[in-house]
């Protein structure tokens, strides 16, 4: 059975940092690219990062380019993602996903997906 599940969501202060966790089990996760996307209520999941099997290849939006870093531990089957100087636009539901494909900005690119962690930054 496939898990896919996210943590380290909560309220963040602007100005600060965040890390999230994405722990998995289930499939090869070596073999699959690993993403995450946020979303907030009435508006289309929207991409954050992405990185290949290996980790040698990372994407970041143009929302967090520069304030973001994606990294995957292959060995323990997890993937994280740091973002700093967090602004209230920041505030979204950060979901996980992994694809057989590759890393890509395209949501359905992807087969597997968390419940998602809520992050809230308050200014």
């Known amino acids: 059975q496939v898990q896919v599940t996210e943590s380290g969501g909560g309220l963040v202060q602007a100005g600060g940092s965040l890390r999230l966790a994405c722990t998995t089990s289930?499939?090869?996760?070596?073999?699959?690219?690993m993403g995450w996307f946020r979303q907030t209520p009435g508006k289309e999941r929207q991409f954050v990062s992405a990185?290949?099997?290996?980790?040698?290849?990372?994407y970041y939006s143009d929302s967090v380019k520069g304030r973001c870093t994606i990294h995957r531990e292959n060995a323990k089957n997890t993937v994280m993602l740091f973002l700093h100087e967090l602004t209230p636009k920041d505030t979204a539901r950060y979901f996980c996903a992994a694809s057989s494909r590759g890393p890509d900005s395209f949501s359905p690119w992807y087969d597997y997906w968390g419940q998602g962690t809520q992050v809230t930054v308050s200014s």
């Open positions: 289930g499939f090869t996760f070596g073999t699959h690219a």
């Open positions: 990185i290949n099997w290996s980790g040698n290849t990372t």
